[in-house]
């Protein structure tokens, strides 16, 4: 009872309630099953809430730890272990802030196979909750490999017409990554005796050379998953065949875990190798930043512009993690919240309108602001969010990367900034270019298609107003006044880059 | 010489006992249900026996034979097959009409031998064990006559097994040469003493080279492997589960005693063969796996690239350090496929049919991958359970296959074989993609599929899809037996 009632085993393990109960409820009773994982996954935001209010942000250090010997035997020192601070709090929060609304999404976009779809849609979020969590790297590995169940399976059964290739291609790649990082998990429990990330780093020691191995095979999981260019191939396939919630959580939170991984993993385990490739990740950053943006622009398939649209934003995240210093790494962090609250919300609106004319070529929109006005205003302000507008969430953190990275000790380049900068002025365009396509000009051919069976295009109703506001919410929230969130985020980051400065100067 | 010492082969003897009374009361049983019934109790018995020696040590029959952990473990390990053996046969053999009372009596000699490998302590016990467990599976595998695949499949098995076994008889008899001794400690002595470069020590290595191309045959490793798809596609689905787990782990059994015990003065000639072979096997078999469209011949390549996994846990058998941890590695995963190989041939038999049915168009007898399509809608539990079990061959968590595999790993990496060990990794990751394709096929692809559902067969894949599943969550007290059962071997 102590074990399950820690808070976070309770945030990580709630949902797997609600699967438990939706095992009960027969199949066809929809609804039901519906409301159960809407509150299954709202309580878990309860919790997450609580969870929050419970957190010191002045502590730089694990908090509300979880810690229990697991496998003790034989040579073996795996521990159940779970630990929350500014690294990960606010990714933990954006992931049950995020399943919810997803779900609400599924309302009338899935009909299929309710009940499974549920299923792997809060088995997901255990997942994903404890790859956030989980400080043991056998632990870690097991929500990490887990979550690409569930995602195979929702992106396989209720994604488009080349869902089967995407969904396969999705977990063949993500494991490709991974099952190297496996290797050099058991390494560093094999010669250093422990599996417990406080404990490795605390240990440390590894020889430059050595760590240089260890940090590509981690890196090569992460990269993947981010994911960095070149290794980003799977992702507009995976997007454009998963269904709008998957979309959503692929987006708002699977690709977190990569970024999330090197900044957890890479950046404490092997500070002396992260040093030595900053430079060359953040070439990669930069060029994924100017890659994704170009290729975007050339996309005729709304759900592709944003999925390449998110190379080019984590690419910022990629930079400002590389740059090494507060500013970066703190902008790094805000991004990957920022990046998850407007491709969420993108990904959300192009599923709303999809759902009506079930199809996501440009050229067949266009004049669709005076025929749903609602929707038009809120897919407007997500779009200037994710393109970087001042005074919206995506600038606080492309501003703060670009600082961290010109400002950068490590990078030692203005170049870096330079380049990337160019990425905020392609993401006006390409970003423009499809607001006015789809928004503006004569009404597009499918105003009229979707009128020639009966009834008009209709406007957002009251349960997509609810599911999309409270993403508005925050996007204002960060824009204007991102201090909080700096603040809990602060010390833990302070904390990383001291022991990066102490690194760097050991090895000169 | 010492009086013989029965309590230490007690359960083989009992097994033995209660089968040569089987093979007479059976003559006397209408109903071949209650010989079933009588062959698992035989092996329940016999469970409970080796389950009250977990501890027990001693050797007996002129140091022939011996009981340590290791042999309980494995003993356990090989009944517990027997007994999912005879629950997956039980509705099948009635099933494809190929019910006849010999079949339990044939496993439960299998078994007997298989066991007496586990406790072979001489190389002429390992030789009469290898026979007594290979001929009732011979006629096993033929058991369907007169269909032609399984007599082929029969007449394949026994004629390539009586060849590989005359490489192990011819490599006791160099051993022999070489050492003047068959027993496995009386071989460590002679090998030690004989001074490096002289002729015996030659004849020892050529001779030990013999019995790994005999034992790597049982177990299917590559080059070795040419029997196994279609033995595993021609014997009757029930024994291919049987022959696929318990012949490997009787075959790592063997491998891991005698060449650990009696040959680690040849480590530096053997340990590479053996990376190259456990390399190729896992290459190999994946490989081809990508290309069968038959369930059994898929599950045929990938035991075959399950023995390259399980052979890189003795790699590393020469150096001190680490050799008690990769045998350990050996034994978990041995019991990890096991679980999990009856687990998906329990699914196999599930939707195996006697008869073609030509209204669906799709394969005869349900035995080709097309034939999953649509499980997952209309047996939800029944493709939970094979996903779970395609899982668990990959490796994925949290399922036993992974547990299985991260111990794998850490003994090649421990043992310093990197290259090994991403060899394996890449492997892996190639199965996964022939793995996927039966879960695909079972969610992702509309069918109709055909099913039978029997008491048996259905505990048999229940209790192996949540064991798989819990056991990976709390592992450690297998971990603990396999390796306390390797403690004294060291």
Redesign the interface.
Known sequence: MEFILQPLTLMTFFPLLGVLVLLFIPGDKKNALRWTALIASLITFLISIWVLTMFNASNPDLQLVAKYNWITVAGWNIQYYLGIDGLSILLVLLTTFLSPISILSTWTAVEERVKEFLLFFLLLEVGMTGVFLAQDLFLFYIFWEFTLVPMYFLIGIWGGPRRIYAALKFFLYTMAGSILMLLAILWLGIYQGTFSVPDLIAKGGIDPHTQLWLFIAFAAAFAIKVPMWPLHSWLPDAHVEAPTAGSVILAGVLLKMGTYGFLRFNLTLFPQAAVQAAPVIAVLAVIGIIYGAAVSYAQADIKKLVAYSSVSHLGFVMLGLFALNPQGIQGGILQMINHGLSTGALFLLVGMIYEQTHTREFKVYGGLWKVTPIFGTIFLIVSLSSMGLPGLNGFVGEFTILLGAFGSTVLNSPWYAGFAALGVIMAAVYILYMFQKMFMGPEGSIVEEVRKHGHALRDLNWREIVTIVPLLIFIFWIGLYPAPFFHLMAPSVDKLTAAFQAAALAMR | MPPLNFSIILPLLVLTVWACLLLLVDLFVKNKGITALLAALGLAISLGITLSQVGATGTSFNNMVVLDGFSTFVNALLLVSGLFGIALAYGYVKRMGIERGEYYTLLLFSVVGMMLMAQAADLIIVFLALEMLSIPLYVLAAFARPNVNSEEAGLKYFLLGAFSTGFVVYGIALVFGATRTTSLAGIVSAANAASSGTSSLLLLTIGSALILVGLGFKVAAVPFHMWTPDVYQGAPSAVTAFMAAGAKIAGFAALLRVFSLAFPSLASDITPIIAVISALTMIVGNIIAIAQTNIKRLLAYSSIAHAGYILMAFVPYGQKGVVA?SV?AGLFYLVSYALTNFGAWAVVIALEKAEGNPSTGSGQRGLEIADYAGI??KH?ALAAAMTVFM?SLTG???TLG?VGK?YL??AA??GQF?LL??IG??T??IS??YY?RVV?TM??REGEPETTSEPWLNLTWGLAAVLTVIVSLV??PL??W??QAVLKLF
């Open positions: 941890t350990a997952g809608r939800p899982f994925i968590p949290p992974f991260f790993f850490r990496i421990a990197y060990a991403v990794v890449l892996s990751l996964a993609y996927l695909v969610y992702m592992p450690a971990f603990d396999a390796s």
